[in-house]
């Protein structure tokens, strides 16, 4: 399986080019456009490492390459998120099950909140043997039981998630896990591509609950964290 790897920022996918270097196979850097395709190995699966930049058009445009250009088997999109789930805690992590685009509204031709005309249903399903895969590697990363990882909705929106009014709109009409600003675009460019996907979130703030503050303190820790746990993935994907 050859896997294409997203993250938004730089420190998403830091700890993914350093693991590729170190890896002792060749690594082919290439652009496309404005973005710097990594290829190589990580854990023994031939994997391409990209960092997408911010919002839903630039994680969109990359997944389309990766797939388009680079032939990936799957992609997994790595980061952090504001957690809206009950009882999920700041460095716990979420899974998708399924993705939505909150901020998606055509409500006024009939349409549920987040459905995009000529589709089925507002929400894109994640792979299931991709996110078993993700529970067994993070397992596997020792952060349980300190933390732990939950399968559940992702919510993408082009505007970071601050104010208690928008939490509780989303909330009422998704239920998200979490919500961020990248996840469901790639599912809908991967879905219709016929690609299997996995998103990996690691909570970086509570959204809305002094989101700013904690996002500063923790997003670098919470990057981190969604990266070591891919890694861990694609070597239990590389090995099966």
């Not at 919002?55 to 680079?70: E, P, R, T």
């Not at 006024?108 to 996110?131: M, V």
Request: glycine letters at 10%; proline letters at 5%.
């Amino acid at each position: 399986m050859r896997c294409g790897v997203i993250g938004a920022v730089s420190d998403e996918v830091t700890l993914l080019f350093e693991e590729l270097k170190a890896s002792g196979s060749p690594v082919k850097a290439s652009l496309r456009g404005n973005l710097e395709f990594h290829e190589g190995t990580l854990r023994g699966c031939p994997a391409v490492v990209v960092c997408c930049g911010v919002g839903k058009v630039n994680a969109a445009l990359c997944a389309q390459i990766l797939i388009s250009d680079f032939a990936v088997d799957a992609i997994v999109n790595t980061g952090s998120a504001g957690g809206l789930a009950e009882g999920l805690a700041v460095l716990d992590m979420v899974v998708a099950t399924d993705a939505v685009q909150h901020d998606f509204d055509v409500t006024a031709f009939g349409y549920p909140p987040g459905q995009i005309p000529g589709t089925d249903s507002p929400f894109w399903p994640a792979d299931p043997g991709l996110r078993a895969a993700a529970l067994k590697a993070f397992e596997r990363s020792g952060k349980a039981p300190e933390r732990r990882m939950v399968p559940g909705r992702v919510a993408s929106g082009d505007a970071f998630v601050t104010e208690a009014s928008m939490r509780e709109r989303i909330a009422r009409d998704f239920a998200p896990a979490c919500v961020e600003m990248e996840g469901a675009a790639v599912a809908q460019v991967a879905a219709v591509n016929r690609v299997p996907f996995a998103i990996l979130r690691s909570i970086s703030d509570l959204a809305g609950h002094e989101a700013t503050m904690s996002y500063e303190d923790f997003a670098v820790q919470a990057a981190h964290t969604s990266a070591g746990v891919v890694m861990e993935m694609l070597g239990i994907l590389a090995s099966t």
